[in-house]
């Protein structure tokens, strides 16, 4: 998404580049969903250094995208990229529990296709169900699975891969 670009989807949802000013609703959105989706996975760090962490380094380095109901102004969810030795990762992909089921996420994915191209990369946890369908459903292949001994959490996961017209 270009800098301040902004998409109101048909939802009244806009989603656009995150500012400084939103790290505490990206911050909330994300330990929300993380306690409500991925409860088995108990965060590595407290709420408190998560929320340093959301306002002092992921939002400023750039490449978060926040999602906003445009009635309330509430954020709903959040998305951060990045590009690695060529390869484009999705590094955070939230909702609001109450904003699930709405199409947020697939907006989301979709704008990290058309800012990234391929292939993209993520991980997941393997017990995580509903976001493996999801990403699944969206072209994104599993490539490797991991025992959980690379990640803070410590609990298995799998390195997805997208990539256009796979042949």
């Known amino acids: 998404m270009a800098a301040g670009q902004r998409w109101l989807g048909r939802d009244g949802v806009i989603i656009r580049p995150a500012t400084t000013a939103d790290a505490d609703q990206v911050a909330s959105v994300y330990l929300a969903s993380q306690k409500a989706f991925v409860a088995f996975a108990r965060l590595a760090h407290s709420d408190d250094d998560v929320r340093r962490w959301i306002a002092d380094t992921l939002v400023p380095a750039g490449g978060v995208s926040v999602a906003v109901d445009d009635a309330t102004h509430a954020v709903v969810g959040m998305m951060a990229i990045s590009t690695k030795d060529g390869v484009g990762w999705i590094d955070q992909l939230y909702l609001h529990p109450s904003a699930v089921g709405r199409g947020l996420g697939t907006r ?13 990369r993520l991980y997941c946890f393997q017990q995580n169900e509903p976001a493996r369908r999801f990403y699944e459903r969206l072209g994104f292949r599993a490539i490797a699975f991991g025992d959980g001994s690379e990640n ?14 796979p042949g």
């Open 108 to 120: 989301f994915v979709n704008q990290a296709k058309a800012e990234l191209g391929s292939p993209i």
């Open 152 to 165: 803070e959490e410590r609990r298995p996961d799998i390195l997805y891969e997208w990539i256009e017209n």
